[in-house]
C-alpha cells in the first residue's frame, strides 16, 4: 500500500505531465519541483535519495522525473536548470539516452557544438532512433553555418 506523501507526491507528477501537454512549462515546472519537494520531505524513495535505494522502481521513476522537469526547464529557455537535472539524472543511470539527448539539445542551443555533438553520438549509441539522428542532423548543419560564418 502506497503511503499518503507518495501518493501526493505522484499526483504533482501528473499535473505536471498534463500542464506539460498543454504547454503550461512554468506551470509544469511548478508541479514538479513541488513532487520533488514533497517526496524528498516525507522521506520518500525517490530524487536526491535514490541511490540509497536499490529497488529498480524507485531509479527509474527519480531518472524520469528529472527528465521531466528538463525538458520543462528547456521549453522555458531556463538551460541552467536544465543541465542540473539532467546531472542528477545522469549520476542515477549513466546509460540514459533520453537525458544525453536532451543536453546534446541544450549544447546546441548555447553553440557548443562539440559537446552537442559528444551527447548526441552517446545518445544514438544507446539508443539509435530516428529522432537522435535528426538531433545530429541539426547539430552539424548549425555548426556548418557557424563555420561559415566565422570564414
Do not use: C, W
Not at 520533488?36 to 535514490?50: I, N, T, V, W, Y
Not at 529522432?131 to 545530429?136: A, D, G, I, R, V
Amino acid at each position: 500500500m502506497l503511503a499518503i506523501g507518495h501518493i501526493a507526491a505522484e499526483k504533482y507528477r501528473e499535473i505536471g505531465d498534463k500542464l506539460m501537454e498543454k504547454g503550461e512549462y512554468k506551470k509544469a515546472v511548478d508541479a514538479y519541483s513541488k513532487q520533488f519537494f514533497l517526496a524528498k520531505r516525507k522521506g520518500l524513495p525517490f530524487f536526491d535519495a535514490a541511490k540509497k535505494f536499490q529497488d529498480e522502481n524507485n531509479y527509474k521513476a527519480a531518472i524520469s522525473n528529472y527528465t521531466q522537469r528538463a525538458v520543462a526547464y528547456y521549453k522555458r529557455n531556463q538551460l541552467n536548470k536544465v543541465f542540473d537535472d539532467i546531472t542528477k539524472a545522469l549520476s542515477l543511470n549513466v546509460s540514459n539516452d533520453h537525458a544525453y539527448h536532451l543536453r546534446s539539445m541544450t549544447y546546441l542551443q548555447q553553440g557548443k557544438y562539440n559537446k552537442a555533438l559528444k551527447d548526441a553520438r552517446k545518445s544514438i549509441e544507446l539508443d539509435p532512433d530516428e529522432t537522435t539522428y535528426e538531433n545530429l542532423g541539426n547539430i552539424l548543419k548549425k555548426e556548418k553555418q557557424f563555420r561559415k560564418l566565422k570564414t
